[in-house]
């Protein structure tokens, strides 16, 4: 089994999902430049963190027009299992792959620390192996992880049960206090409507590594990996 990772001009994260990967599932890691124009047999696509084209434009915008993206949107809407995180969660918004979009964080600036994340739907083969409204601590780091949708956006999402992650603090609290970024109701990831698209802004990769202490990240991947199996 492979997990095709797609590589941009300013990925700065591809090395450190590849690495959980290779730890924490059966996945072979693929990397995958964004020139290409078809992704290799995969089961799992990742599109990783980081400063695509240096955040010119609107985040991922330009990211989203790479000729890869075109296979990723094709083959993420026929159900392959696809996963964005952060500058990743903002090219699956700009691609049409995900709703809403990511705007600046309402404090304007960068934010990169760890913080806690509620498991709103733990239904998805992204989140089953953790518990329902689960706190777990993730690291961010971002300058526009800030999700923004219309109202009639949000009603959909919401009626969808969409929503897998909320930003809450260590008791799983949900309200403006805990919210890092200004995120409409504490959104820190959503799936599209079928479930098999994922996009979160904090990095579960940076959170499965006895060095750093954090290993709540590592569910999301062994939830991949049961899943797959």
Known sequence: MKASIIVFPGSNCDRDIAVSIKKLTDLEPIMVWHKETSIPDSDLIVIPGGFTFGDYLRC???????PIMNDVIKKATDGLPTLGICNGFQILTESGLLPGTLIKNDCLSFLCKTVSIRVENNGTNFSKKYKQNEVINIPIAHNEGNFFANEDTLKKI???????FKYCNQNGEVNNE?????????IAGITNEQGNVLGMMPHPE???CEITKLSDGENLFKSISEFLL
Do not use: F, L, M, Y
């Open 60 to 66: 991922g915008s330009i990211a989203a027009n790479s």
């Open 158 to 164: 919401k009626d969808s049960n969409q929503i897998i």
């Open 178 to 186: 805990t919210n890092p970024n200004g995120s409409i109701e504490n």
């Open 206 to 208: 940076r959170a499965t």
